[in-house]
């Protein structure tokens, strides 16, 4: 089993930043990529961005390129996703996601663990 816990998430005017965090502990694999996933009210969870197990490769959607950068730091098997220049559109509750191997995929069921989830609120 493989433990996800978020922290960062808030409210804050559009223009603003947050800062989201990510915890892995229990069963980790030796190497593991990680990424995050929002879900609007009514929507599917889409992913936003992911990043491979040594932090070489990265993904991001098209609508958070140039606003949003996904990092890690495997010493505390953390990953983090900084957001800046936060849109009203970018509200929704984002999750950390857990898969096993190098390989990013940006299909959620293709992610073996998930985090609670955090929301973010992004007023106009």
């Known amino acids: 089993q493989v433990q996800l816990v978020e922290s960062g998430g808030g409210f804050v005017q559009a223009g603003g930043s947050l800062r989201l965090s990510c915890a892995a502990s229990?069963?980790?694999?030796?190497?593991?990529?990680m990424g995050w996933f929002r879900q609007a009210p009514g929507k599917e969870r889409d992913i936003v961005a992911a990043?491979?197990?040594?932090?070489?490769?990265?993904y991001y959607v098209d609508s958070v390129k140039g606003r949003f950068t996904i990092s890690r730091d495997n010493a505390k098997n953390t990953v983090y996703l900084q957001m800046n220049s936060l849109r009203p559109e970018d509200t929704a509750v984002y999750y950390c996601?857990?898969?096993?191997?190098?390989?990013?995929?940006?299909?959620?069921?293709?992610?073996?663990?998930w985090g609670q989830g955090t929301q973010v609120t992004v007023s106009s």
């Open positions: 996601a857990y898969r096993a191997g190098a390989v990013i995929m940006t299909e959620s069921a293709l992610w073996g663990y």
């Open positions: 229990g069963r980790t694999a030796s190497g593991y990529a």
């Open positions: 990043i491979s197990r040594n932090g070489g490769s990265t």
